[in-house]
């Protein structure tokens, strides 16, 4: 038996509008939460942790992630929602570690061990972020849309991924973050540039950009010169806490 085509349409039409109005149901109030407590310099998080409301509402964001679909999303949404995931749980977890001076334990328990669920999946910040944002995905410039809760990190998006506006928001964050001292630490009198251990700790993530040398000097308004002596900051794992 033949089903009309109409009939094939309007059931595809009902799934997309499915996902999309799941979707909305915690982008909302994510957007929100990002627009009230997230600055260019850090995360409110004791006037975040002081109002019971706005707790509540990103544990409905971290929900509405839990059970979110992600088949019907195209690859580029499939991205940024787990951007957004990790982003969002990172905050969540955060918090209830609040008040700390940083997430990281000894041994990146915080960040190893199966604390969060994302599309019906139990998993790691670790997890999420090697096996499924790097390795699906090989997108270097995730490096600078992912926030680990520390100092060091480049600033957390101050609105959720989407996936229309993916490559302008991927761009805006890379050239932010390789202009900032944060990033790039140049010294035009010892031509020595300190360069964020990102750029070390996933430096083959940049191989089909060239390396992490011509990542940086096709974002930067001055390009480090060819010959820059190349050294790695320390990275600071404290809470990027703003008050």
């Not at 090697?130 to 600078?144: L, W």
């Amino acid at each position: 038996m033949k089903i009309p085509l109409r009939l094939l349409l309007a059931a595809a039409l009902c799934v997309v509008y499915a996902t999309a109005s799941q979707a909305q149901t915690w982008t909302e109030p994510y957007n929100r939460l990002l627009g009230k407590y997230v600055t260019s310099s850090g995360v409110k998080y004791a006037a975040w942790k002081a109002n019971a409301a706005d707790v509540q509402a990103l544990q409905t964001v971290v929900d509405g992630i839990a059970k979110e679909a992600v088949s019907g999303l195209d690859k580029r949404q499939q991205l940024a929602f787990y951007l957004n995931a990790y982003n969002a749980w990172i905050l969540h977890e955060a918090l209830a570690k609040y008040p700390t001076a940083s997430v990281k334990d000894t041994f990146f328990t915080f960040f190893t061990s199966k604390r969060i669920k994302v599309a019906g999946q139990e998993t790691s910040f670790n997890a999420l972020e090697k096996e499924t944002i790097r390795s699906k995905f090989s997108e270097p410039r995730v490096h600078f849309a992912l926030n680990c809760a520390s100092r060091s990190c480049p600033p957390l998006n101050r609105e959720a991924f989407t996936g229309p506006k993916l490559d302008e928001q991927f761009e805006r964050l890379a050239k932010g973050y390789v202009n900032s001292e944060k990033g790039v630490k140049y010294s035009a009198e010892s031509k020595s540039a300190q360069l964020s251990k990102i750029f070390d700790w996933y430096k083959d993530d940049f191989k089909a950009e060239g390396g992490p040398m011509a990542f940086i000097n096709k974002r930067r308004s001055t390009p480090l010169p060819s010959d820059a002596k190349i050294s790695y900051q320390e990275y600071d794992w404290g809470l990027n806490e703003v008050k």
